[in-house]
Structures are given as C-alpha cells and as structure tokens.
C-alpha cells in the first residue's frame, strides 16, 4: 500500500459492497491495515450478509441494513478490541461480505457413464446431465469451512467439488427410484427434488443450500439410442410389404424424371407406368393366394416280394396275389420253405404270420390211412 492508500483509508467511512461480477459468492472490503474507524457506515443491501472476523474469529454478523459502527452495536467485537485501546480507536478487522441470492449458473454432468440395471436392457450404461442452484444459508459456516482467507471466493472454486459430490449421490438414487430407464423421463422432477434435499442435509456443514436441482437429460449409448430409433421406426412403418412396394414406386418415378438423353421419353412413361401400377397394387387388397391342387393320387405303397424253395430250388418273387395263386395250385403248401427281406432265415410257411390269411382256405393234408 501507498502513501495514497494510506490517506484515503483514513477518510473512508462508508463500508458497503456492489456486486458486478455475478459470480461472486464471498468478497472481502479491501481497507488499509484493517483498519475499520470508530463511527463508521456500514451498508448491508438485500441478498447481502456482513461478517466481522478479527484474528481469524468471527466476530459479528450483520443483517441487510445500516449501522453506524458504534460499540453499542458491535458487543462482541467491542469486547475482543475496543477495552484495550479504547472505545475512539479504529477496530482492526476484516469485513466479508457474503452473497446470500441464490447462484443459478451451476451446471452438472457425469464424465463417465453410471453403470446399472434395467429390466428391459439388462445392464445398461447411462449419462446425465443438468443444473442446480446454490445459496449461503450460514455464513459462518462458509468461511470457516471453504473461504478461510480468500478475499474473492468465485463460483468456479466451489463447482467441481459440488460436481463430484452430486454425482456420487446420483447413481444410488437413480437405483432407488426402481424405474426403468424409458420410464426414468416421469420421474426426473421427482428424482431432482429427493437429490436436492440430500445435497442440502450433506452440505449443511458448509453453510450451503441447494434449493433447486434439475435433471435436464438421461441418455443411453448411442448404439442403444440407434436401436432403439430402429425398432421405433419399424413400428411407425407398419405394414413393411406395402412401404417397400411405395418406395419401389417412389424409386422408379424418380428414375424416369432424372434426364436420360434419347430414352428420356420412353423411361419417363415407364416408370410413370410402373408407378401407378404399383400404387393401385397398394390398393388393392391382398387376396390369399390358392393352393395348388394334387394332380393325382400318390403312388400304392410296394408290396412285399416272397421267395419260395419249391422242388429244392427257390422260385419268386411273389407278390402276395402271386403267392396265394401258387399255394392254390398247389405249387406251394404249409410246410413249403419261405422268406422275404427283413426275415433272419427261411421259415415254413405256417409259421410266417403274415401269410396264415393265404392258407386259410386251403384244407390241411388228409392224416394217413391206417
């Protein structure tokens, strides 16, 4: 300080602060060595608080008004100075004046993604960002807590540890709201008021209120984001047979109106033709197509083809009308060794199952004469 400060100090007796900065939360009254004259003005506008601290003690707080500074109204400050030099002697103090409005240029936002789970996408990662409000609500909690001796305490100091702190508080709540995450738009006023309540009891130590918080988005990855545009724009095209037959018609229009040299005119009338048959395709409705009729009956299923040892040497195959045929003439009897495929070994005839129909009207043999 100069010669010039010196003597200006001595003749200042209005103390007040106008805040031009908007950004400005704690500001300290420069005075030369601290000096504050016996009988001075202090001004203290609305939105406004004004702290004495001498030796690194809050002394007095004053309220929007103004005081003459007498020791009548400052009994602590007299107190801790006025009885060793007197009540004419300048008090050797700082002043802070504290903005009290409420600060609504904090924005917040998460650098890395929230990581949780949804019932619809299962583990999902999540952004979010927004704003809030701040305000001093105990001014000697602030300075003793994060000003300390700051003759100019700014919004930008205060802002990045406010960030973190909101994000650490984000994902639990996110998590208690149990909402799913397309569902988590209805419940963002309600998600901000819960936060700003907790973010108010935890800053309660520093003197600060958050009255206001504001969750302005909550986005997914892009990659989820693009399927879902994906999915929400095949349930707006509906019927994709008739969109793809329109763009088809819409495709062919476009071809016969782009010039073509010596076939303009003829691409021009058919694509105008193909368009408008496509477009009365569209309007039509869409008959179940018929089913073809059988051109026939299927084929009989193969009959089974026999072999027969007749005369000690095989004879066949036999169909099951050729068989009964032989054993009519004869030829082939009950004892008569058979087979066919799928059978192990050739079995007399009486024994196959299959042919008992056969024998049926065959008489057995005549027992012998006696």
Do not use: C
């Amino acid at each position: 300080m100069g010669l010039w400060d010196k003597v200006k100090g001595e003749f200042i007796d209005i103390i007040e602060w106008l805040d031009d900065s908007r950004d400005t939360i704690v500001w300290r009254f420069p005075r030369y060595q601290n000096e504050i004259k016996m009988g001075a003005k202090l001004v203290v506008r609305e939105s406004q608080v004004a702290v004495f601290v001498n030796e690194g003690q809050v002394a007095d707080v004053f309220v929007p008004g103004t005081y003459t500074l007498q020791t009548q109204n400052m009994p602590i400050l007299s107190t801790l100075k006025g009885w060793k030099y007197g009540f004419d002697s300048p008090w050797k103090a700082e002043v802070y004046y504290v903005n009290t409005r409420q600060f609504t240029d904090f924005k917040w936002g998460t650098q890395n993604p929230i990581m949780m789970r949804d019932a619809e996408f299962g583990m999902v990662r999540i952004r979010a960002f927004g704003a809030y409000s701040l305000r001093v609500v105990h001014p000697e909690n602030l300075l003793k807590q994060l000003v300390g001796t700051d003759p100019q305490f700014r919004t930008e100091e205060v802002s990045e540890f406010l960030r973190q702190l909101i994000v650490g508080h984000l994902g639990p709540a996110l998590a208690a709201a149990q909402v799913p995450v397309l569902d988590l738009v209805s419940q963002q006023l309600l998600i901000g008021q819960k936060l700003a309540g907790v973010l108010t009891q935890e800053l309660t130590e520093y003197g600060i209120q958050i009255p206001k918080f504001i969750i302005e988005n909550i986005s997914l990855p892009p990659e989820v984001e693009e399927a879902i545009d994906k999915r929400t724009s095949m349930s707006a095209l509906g019927n994709l047979d008739q969109y793809s037959k329109f763009q088809a018609a819409n495709a062919m229009e476009d071809a016969a109106n782009n010039p073509g040299g010596a076939g303009e005119g003829f691409g021009l009338g058919l694509g105008m033709a193909a368009a408008q048959q496509v477009a009365q395709s569209l309007n039509r409705p869409t008959q179940p197509q018929p089913q073809a009729a059988p051109a026939g009956p299927p084929p009989l299923p193969q009959q089974a083809q026999w072999f027969a040892a007749v005369n000690g040497a095989q004879a066949g195959p036999f169909d099951a009308a050729a068989l009964a045929q032989q054993v009519q003439a004869g030829a082939i009897n009950r004892g008569t060794l058979v087979w066919k495929n799928g059978m192990a070994a050739w079995t007399p005839a009486e024994q196959v199952p299959e042919l008992g129909s056969i024998f049926a009207s065959v008489p057995p043999p005549l027992p012998p004469m006696g």
